[in-house]
C-alpha cells in the first residue's frame, strides 16, 4: 500500500481530477440528488428518516462495491491492481485541483478584475454570496477554503486510507460529499442532512486538527511564521459555527499573518493585516507542504503496519 500511495499522489499532482462524467464523486452527487427529489412530503422526522437512509444505503452499495472489487482486483495481474487501487485512491482527494481553484482566484485579483475573481470563487471555493466582497475579503475567503479543504481534501481521506484502506478513505468521501450538498439549515435541508452533517463532524475531529498541527510544521519548514500558527490556532479555533473548519483556517491566519473573516460570522487573527492576492499563492504553498507531510506520515503508518 506504500507504493500505491506513493502513486496516487503522483497521480493527482500530474493528471489532476477527471471530467465528472467519470468521477466517482460527480456520480455519489447524482445519487444523492436523486434521494432528495424523491424525498416525500412530511415534517422533520420523515426528512431526518429520509437522509439517514440516503446515507446508509449509500454507504452499504459503496460497500458491495468495493467487495466486488476487490474480488476482481485479486484475479488481476500486480500492475494492474496497483494502478487501479493507486487511481481509486487518488479520486478520494484533490491538492492539484485545489490548488487551480485558488491559482484562479489569485490571478483575476492579481490583474485587478475582481468580478472574475468572484465568479472563480463562487465556482471553485465558496458557497456564501460573493458579488459584493472586496479584494481583500475575496482573497480571505479563497485562503479560508484552501484551508478549511486541506483537511476535507487531503488529509482526511489520508488519514482514513492510512486506517481502513480504499473502503474507509471512500466512505468518508461519501459522508463529506452528503453532508457537502445538505448540511444547510434552509428548509429543504435542515433535517435531510442532519445526520449526514453530524457524522461528518465526528469523522473530521481528528483529520481538522491534524490539519492544524500540520500547518504549524509547514510554516516552519517554507519560512512563514510557526509561532504565530500555533499561538492563533490555540486561542482563535473555536470562533467558527463548524467545530472543525477553524481549526486549519485559524493556523493558516496565524502562519500568514492575515485577518480571515467572514462579516456576522468570525474572525480569526484579528490583529493580522488584510490579506491580498499574493496570501492566497503562500496558502497554496502551505497546502503542499503539509501534503507532503501528511504523506511522509501515511506511508510511515503503513510500513509500520506491513512490518507488524
Given at each position: 500500500?506504500v507504493?500505491?500511495?506513493?502513486?496516487?499522489?503522483?497521480?493527482?499532482?500530474?493528471?489532476?481530477?477527471?471530467?465528472?462524467?467519470?468521477?466517482?464523486?460527480?456520480?455519489?452527487?447524482?445519487?444523492?440528488?436523486?434521494?432528495?427529489?424523491?424525498?416525500?412530503r412530511?415534517?422533520?422526522?420523515?426528512q431526518?428518516?429520509?437522509g439517514?437512509?440516503?446515507?446508509?444505503?449509500?454507504?452499504?452499495?459503496?460497500?458491495?462495491?468495493?467487495r466486488?472489487l476487490s474480488?476482481?482486483?485479486?484475479?488481476?495481474?500486480?500492475?494492474?491492481?496497483?494502478?487501479?487501487?493507486?487511481?481509486?485512491f487518488k479520486?478520494?482527494f484533490?491538492?492539484?485541483g485545489?490548488?487551480r481553484?485558488?491559482?484562479?482566484?489569485?490571478?483575476?485579483?492579481?490583474?485587478?478584475?475582481?468580478?472574475?475573481?468572484?465568479?472563480?470563487?463562487?465556482?471553485?471555493?465558496?458557497?456564501?454570496?460573493?458579488?459584493?466582497?472586496?479584494?481583500?475579503?475575496?482573497a480571505?475567503?479563497?485562503?479560508?477554503?484552501v484551508?478549511?479543504?486541506?483537511?476535507?481534501?487531503?488529509?482526511?481521506?489520508?488519514?482514513?486510507?492510512?486506517?481502513?484502506?480504499l473502503?474507509?478513505?471512500?466512505?468518508?468521501?461519501?459522508?463529506?460529499?452528503?453532508d457537502a450538498?445538505w448540511?444547510?439549515?434552509?428548509?429543504?435541508?435542515?433535517?435531510?442532512?442532519k445526520i449526514?452533517?453530524?457524522?461528518?463532524?465526528?469523522?473530521?475531529?481528528?483529520?481538522?486538527?491534524?490539519?492544524a498541527?500540520?500547518?504549524?510544521?509547514a510554516?516552519a519548514?517554507?519560512?512563514?511564521?510557526?509561532a504565530?500558527?500555533?499561538?492563533v490556532?490555540?486561542?482563535?479555533?473555536?470562533?467558527?459555527?463548524?467545530?472543525?473548519?477553524?481549526?486549519?483556517?485559524?493556523?493558516?491566519?496565524?502562519?500568514?499573518?492575515?485577518?480571515?473573516?467572514?462579516?456576522?460570522?468570525y474572525?480569526?487573527?484579528?490583529?493580522?493585516?488584510?490579506?491580498?492576492?499574493?496570501?492566497?499563492?503562500?496558502?497554496?504553498?502551505?497546502?503542499?507542504?503539509?501534503?507532503g507531510?501528511?504523506w511522509?506520515l501515511?506511508l510511515?503508518?503503513r510500513w509500520?503496519?506491513?512490518?507488524?
Amino acid at each position: 500500500m506504500v507504493s500505491e500511495a506513493v502513486l496516487a499522489l503522483v497521480m493527482d499532482l500530474l493528471v489532476g481530477d477527471p471530467p465528472n462524467t467519470w468521477h466517482p464523486v460527480a456520480w455519489i452527487g447524482r445519487y444523492l440528488a436523486a434521494w432528495q427529489r424523491r424525498m416525500p412530503r412530511g415534517g422533520p422526522h420523515a426528512q431526518l428518516a429520509w437522509g439517514a437512509a440516503a446515507l446508509g444505503s449509500g454507504l452499504a452499495l459503496m460497500g458491495l462495491l468495493a467487495r466486488g472489487l476487490s474480488r476482481w482486483l485479486a484475479r488481476a495481474p500486480s500492475v494492474v491492481r496497483l494502478v487501479v487501487r493507486a487511481w481509486l485512491f487518488k479520486l478520494t482527494f484533490s491538492v492539484r485541483g485545489l490548488s487551480r481553484a485558488a491559482r484562479e482566484v489569485q490571478c483575476a485579483l492579481q490583474r485587478g478584475d475582481l468580478p472574475a475573481a468572484r465568479r472563480a470563487l463562487a465556482w471553485h471555493l465558496v458557497s456564501r454570496p460573493t458579488r459584493d466582497l472586496s479584494a481583500s475579503f475575496i482573497a480571505a475567503a479563497a485562503i479560508e477554503s484552501v484551508a478549511e479543504n486541506t483537511s476535507d481534501s487531503v488529509v482526511a481521506p489520508a488519514l482514513y486510507y492510512a486506517l481502513g484502506g480504499l473502503p474507509a478513505a471512500w466512505a468518508y468521501r461519501f459522508v463529506n460529499t452528503a453532508d457537502a450538498m445538505w448540511g444547510y439549515r434552509d428548509p429543504a435541508r435542515a433535517y435531510l442532512g442532519k445526520i449526514p452533517a453530524r457524522l461528518d463532524d465526528a469523522l473530521n475531529v481528528l483529520p481538522a486538527r491534524g490539519t492544524a498541527g500540520l500547518m504549524v510544521l509547514a510554516a516552519a519548514v517554507v519560512g512563514d511564521d510557526a509561532a504565530a500558527a500555533w499561538r492563533v490556532w490555540r486561542r482563535d479555533a473555536g470562533r467558527t459555527a463548524s467545530p472543525n473548519a477553524g481549526h486549519p483556517m485559524a493556523a493558516a491566519a496565524g502562519a500568514l499573518g492575515v485577518t480571515l473573516e467572514k462579516v456576522g460570522h468570525y474572525r480569526l487573527h484579528a490583529e493580522g493585516r488584510a490579506p491580498t492576492a499574493n496570501d492566497i499563492g503562500r496558502a497554496v504553498r502551505l497546502l503542499y507542504a503539509v501534503t507532503g507531510l501528511a504523506w511522509a506520515l501515511l506511508l510511515l503508518v503503513r510500513w509500520r503496519g506491513a512490518r507488524s
